[in-house]
């Protein structure tokens, strides 16, 4: 072992990075975070360092360490020992205001991640107890003043209540796009740079479920495969806080589309909605602008149950459609999903859009982890008691980053991780009988349809 070194950042010191530095109630003697460096070396290769960032907030930013480029083309191996991380990377090529690439790396207790060559990175405790990080680095100088010069990072990461929101930094020039745009909008660019590394050309548009993807971080948009927009992509918020975009960044889109091509009505999906104050502030603005107009809509049953006046408001305006999650008639395999929801909740969910004249696209799934053939029974018997207009019936796929995915790891349940032979009712996990479940689909689909 090399002799350790001990370095302290005071919290003084971090006022020149900081989203808003009057915010900094603190004396000299705090100490914001501790590195720990030389506890063990490759010999003129590589040393070992652990840092130690105590769980705080200065205003809504989160504890994070000040951040530096490296003098030469190192890279950074980072472990998380304890607690919960974002990594902030950067690069620039001629003028450190000038970002061309800047991404979020998300890593928990156990997980490791790199920062690339010629990129400056900081860590963010995003956690509620103390981050604690393991390094491998080389022998190289490092670099703090050009982030000092620009006041931290191109974004500060910041605790907005529900969810975890990103403020670029005015003294940087805003992100641009590397390759092709293609269709995706400008507008998910909100709170972080929507970028795109790298875009494949299609001879024809294809469902990616039937493509052999290279990584998990490609998904597909039109007739391209688009690479590493880590905005819509990043699998790790598989299992955190939605993203959510303000309604004004929805209403500024739906303007634009409304004056370049107009339409004739609108589907929202997914955790877009998942807050009740979104809806209300939602109702209120689209209803100014729009009066009504026809729009499809995925909400959470629990959702409406506790805010049905909700439903009645988003009625007036135009919604004609819910999409809505039923996913099982078991209300222990709900549980087990951890959906946050009860059959009985759903009945009443269902209650109040049918009171709305509100119609129902019911979204369910078959051979979930664990379900016997009693509970697919119970979905099947469940979802012809509601009677949705429509149905979208779904056999559980495995999709790696998410609970469920390491949960059939851990229980050795996986048989194919083949993604490309993948089709809807191949055999994906044991303990299901695929055949029974087309059954089931199939009953399913008389008795509804």
Partial sequence: MMNPDVSQRMAQDMKPVLFQPKDLKTENNDVFYTVYRNLGAVP??????????????????????????????QSDLYEVLDGHAYFLTQRYENNPADIKEAYIIEAAAGEKAVTPPNFAHLAINIGD???????????????????????GGCYYVLDGGNNIEFEK?????????????????TFYSEGINHKVSEVIKLSKKEDVYCLEVPEFDWFYANDVLV??????????????????????????ELKQLRDQSSFNSIMFHDDLVA????????????????????????????????????????????????????ESGSNRVLEFIKKETTKEITREAVAILRENKVKIFCNFILGLPTETHAEALET????????????????????PGSKLYDYCKENGLILNENWSAYSPCC??????????????????????N
């Fill in 44 to 73: 003129e290769l590589a040393r070992y360092d652990i840092t130690v960032i105590p769980a705080r907030k200065v205003g809504q930013e989160f504890s994070k360490t000040f951040g530096h480029y490296h003098r030469g083309p």
């Fill in 129 to 151: 107890k103390d981050l604690v990080l393991a390094n491998w680095v080389g022998f190289v100088e490092y670099d703090y003043e050009t982030i000092k010069k620009y006041a």
């Fill in 169 to 185: 930094n005015p003294n940087y020039k805003d992100g641009k796009y590397i390759g092709e745009k293609s269709r995706v909008s």
């Fill in 227 to 252: 690479h590493n927009c880590k905005f819509c992509s990043d699998r790790r918020r598989i299992n955190g806080p939605p993203r959510m975009r303000s309604v004004e960044n929805v209403m500024a």
């Fill in 275 to 326: 807050k009740p104050s979104w809806i209300e502030e939602f109702i209120e603005q689209f209803g100014a602008v729009f009066g009504s107009a026809p729009f499809f809509m995925q909400i959470h049953p629990r959702i409406i149950v506790e805010r049905k006046e909700l439903i009645a408001g988003l009625a007036k305006i135009g919604l004609i459609w819910v999409s809505l999650g039923v």
């Fill in 380 to 399: 099947a018997q469940f979802i012809e008691e509601i009677k949705p207009e429509r149905l979208s019936p779904s056999i559980y796929t495995l999709f």
């Fill in 427 to 448: 055999q994906k996990i044991k303990n299901i009988d695929y055949e029974f479940l087309k059954k089931i689909q199939q009953r399913i689909a008389a008795n509804v």
